[in-house]
């Protein structure tokens, strides 16, 4: 009976060891996690509980778009102003980019935002990111199995919202204030 419970305890913890490893890390995500001591800056993952947490603020941007195919998103963002660390950031960010396919590019007085896919198979991609290069830098990168729908979707609303420059938009600046 020992015997029994000691090979049922190992292969037990064998199968949650096999679980826990994670899948490959993309480009992207390596060079936020790279860039998580630069001074100032930040990287956080959040999926699990955060994610649940996170939901009701997403629900009002326009990643509620993909919210369903959503398995988690990585932010990175420098928590103060810190001009050459941001500058330094965002050169070697394009250049770690090259490798992903730019969808759109909104260059408005809300932001200044690239977003980029992984090569899409069929018409689904699994991994967008965002590049926000003002008002302050930041990059968003998200995982998931995100279908052309989905994507066109988060487009609409976001136009919609920049339209009506919706109170989320003030959290985008460092003063909390959208230029007039």
Not at 3 to 26: D, H, M, N, Q, Y
Not at 45 to 59: E, N
Not at 116 to 138: A, F, K, Q
Request: contains cysteine.
């Amino acid at each position: 009976m020992k015997r029994f419970l000691s090979i049922f305890t190992v292969l037990i913890c064998l199968a949650f060891s096999a679980k826990a490893e994670e899948p490959a890390t993309s480009p992207a995500v390596k060079f936020l996690e790279e860039n998580d001591s630069t001074k100032g800056a930040k990287c956080m993952k959040i999926d699990g509980l955060m994610m649940r947490v996170a939901k009701p603020t997403l629900k009002k941007t326009p990643v509620i778009a993909i919210m369903d195919e959503l398995d988690c998103f990585y932010m990175f963002s420098f928590k103060e102003d810190r001009e050459f660390e941001e500058k330094t950031f965002v050169t070697a960010a394009e250049k770690m980019l090259k490798s992903y396919m730019k969808v759109s590019e909104i260059n408005d007085d809300i932001s200044h935002m690239h977003i980029y896919v992984d090569n899409p198979e069929g018409n689904t991609c699994h991994e967008i990111v965002m590049l926000i290069t003002w008002p302050s830098t930041s990059m968003m990168v998200f995982h998931g199995d995100f279908t052309e729908d989905s994507l066109r979707r988060m487009d609409e609303i976001s136009k919609k919202q920049r339209q009506e420059k919706s109170e989320f938009h003030k959290g985008l600046y460092r003063n909390s204030q959208i230029p007039e």
